[in-house]
Each structure stands twice: as C-alpha cells, then as structure tokens.
C-alpha cells in the first residue's frame, strides 16, 4: 500500500507541469494564436525560476520570477505575431530555439546546485486518510493551484462576458473587431498569460518536480502540453484526464523497467522502448481523435490565422 501511494504521488508531481502548460496554452489557442513556443518558455521558467531561488534564499521569489520569464519570451512572440504579422508556426519554433539556447546560459552556473523544495499543506482531518489523503490533501501548494487554473478557465470560457469576448476573437476576428473589441489586445492578454502559465510549468520542474537545475530539463513537455489542448478538444477539464493519462504513463514506464526481472519475458523491452512508450501513445490518440466525426470541429475557426485590421 505505501509503494501505491507513492506512485500516485509521483503522478501527481510529473502530471501538473503537464496541466499548469496545457490550461495556459489552451486559452491561447482558444483566442485563435497558435504558440509553439511552450517548450521554450518552460525550460526559461525552469532556469530563471532556479536562479532566482538559489540567489534569494527563497523558493516563491523563484516561482514569481518563473512565470516572469515565460511572460517575457511570451511579450516577443506577442509583437512578431500581432504588430509584426509574421507567421506563427515559425515564430514559436523560433521561440523554443531561444528559450533552450538562453536557459543554458543563465543556468550554467548553477548546475549540481540543489534546493529543498516547497512544502506540502496537509489538510486537517483528510490528509489522514488511507491513500486518498496523502495523494489529494497532502500536496504542494502549485498541485492546488493547478487544479484551481483548470477551473478558473472553465468558469471564464464559459460564465463571463470577457470569457465570451475571447472565443469570439477565436472563432471570428473580423466579426469582434467589426463590434468594437480590441483583438490584438485580447490576443495580447491571452499570449502573456499562456507564457506565464508555461513559466510556471517550468518552475515547478526545477523547484519541485526535481528540486536542481538541468540543461533542457523540459524533457519535451512542452510538446506534450501543445498534444494535450487538440487531446482535451481545447475543452478545459479534459486537460486534467489528459495530463493525469500521460503522466500516469511515464511513471509507469519507469516501474516496468526496475521490474525487467520480474516480469515475463515477452515484456522486457530496451528501457529506449519503455522511455518512448508515453510519447507513441500520445501520437494514437491524436489520431484517433482526428478520426472521430464527433470531434472535428472544435477547434477555433481563427487558429493560427493571423490578424490585419481593415484601415
């Protein structure tokens, strides 16, 4: 019971960089930019987000900086995008290059550097709950606020005018800019907070996660992020089911490999098959989701489509 335990408790941690990337990029696409740059500003917020940490002595001066810095790279894709007007699939390609080039430089002094990571809140009564409360009212503090983003972006998709303002940027530019709305402001808002959320992501990886800093630390995850928004049809609590899936996945990867001498012996693979294993069943369902009639769609009609206001 206590190795069970565990490893939920590790899916919970490898799972909520996952979520706290995707729910911010889901609302930037839902605003109708696509931003590829999510890996990029993870390993930035994963490096500044350390680096602050270690300099200051305090953990929640680098969670701040983590997400300043993923708004930072976010603020130059905003004014290549929306003043520049210049094509998006290559300015978050070339936002990634940036990020992983300029995380290795600002954290090269700090590599083998380790931090003790941020305390866990145990909640009164339900922490002591077999199972159940060690994983769900025993965590760090950023596992509640990724719960509480996803919800947040639930209720303001979905309950609110600006919320309403956004989708409509999304599906139909010309149409909010001919009522009066402001899309690249929207479009602004909606890029900084997205870069911010990625941030974030990456500060959890380096502050909680794995508590030291690593060249390209990331691993891919911002990828992942960018599969989980098309995987959860840019609907925000299918972000959780998502995340959950694929970090489910790469803990599981790792048990199978300490078992290889324990488990039968059409299942001991090369631990390369095992470490690609998450990544190849990421590809199956975003083809099956293709696929399905139900599921087309649902995606914003404006992605990815760039902006010029008529003059």
């Not at 530019?173 to 929207?186: D, I, K, Q, T």
């Not at 599969?227 to 299918?238: D, G, Q, T, Y």
Request: glycine fraction near 14%; charged fraction near 10%; charge should be positive.
């Amino acid at each position: 019971m206590d190795l069970f335990t565990a490893i939920l408790l590790t899916i919970v941690t490898a799972s909520t960089p996952l979520l706290l990337a995707a729910a911010g990029e889901l609302v930037v696409e839902r605003a109708g930019v696509l931003n590829l740059g999510v890996e990029g500003m993870m390993v930035m917020g994963a490096a500044c987000g350390f680096a602050a940490a270690f300099g200051s002595g305090e953990i929640w001066v680098g969670v701040v900086v983590g997400i300043l810095a993923g708004m930072a790279l976010a603020a130059i894709f905003a004014v290549m995008v929306l003043t520049l007007v210049a094509n998006q699939v290559a300015c978050g390609l070339a936002l990634t290059i940036l990020g992983l080039g300029l995380s290795g430089l600002i954290g090269q002094d700090f590599v083998g550097q380790k931090l003790a990571p941020i305390a866990r809140i145990a909640v009164p009564l339900l922490g002591d709950l077999p199972v159940i409360g060690p994983v769900l009212f025993h965590e760090d503090p950023l596992v509640y606020v990724s719960f509480a983003l996803v919800a947040g972006i639930w209720w303001f998709l979905g309950r609110t005018r600006a919320g309403l303002v956004l989708r409509a940027v999304g599906d139909n530019h010309g149409s909010a800019h001919a009522l009066g709305y402001s899309v690249r402001g929207v479009r602004l808002a909606a890029i900084l907070f997205g870069g911010g959320c990625a941030g974030l992501a990456g500060a959890y990886l380096s502050l909680v996660y794995t508590p030291f800093w690593a060249t390209g630390m990331s691993a891919g995850r911002g990828w992942i992020a960018l599969a989980l928004v098309v995987f959860a049809s840019w609907i925000p609590w299918r972000l959780l089911f998502g995340a959950y899936l694929f970090g489910a996945m790469s803990i599981g990867q790792l048990h199978l490999q300490a078992m290889r001498g324990v488990l039968p012996e059409f299942l001991v693979m090369p631990g390369q098959f095992w470490s690609a294993l998450p990544y190849v069943a990421t590809i199956v369902v975003l083809v099956l989701i293709s696929r399905s009639k139900s599921r087309r769609g649902t995606a914003p009609v404006m992605l990815g489509k760039p902006f010029v206001p008529d003059r």
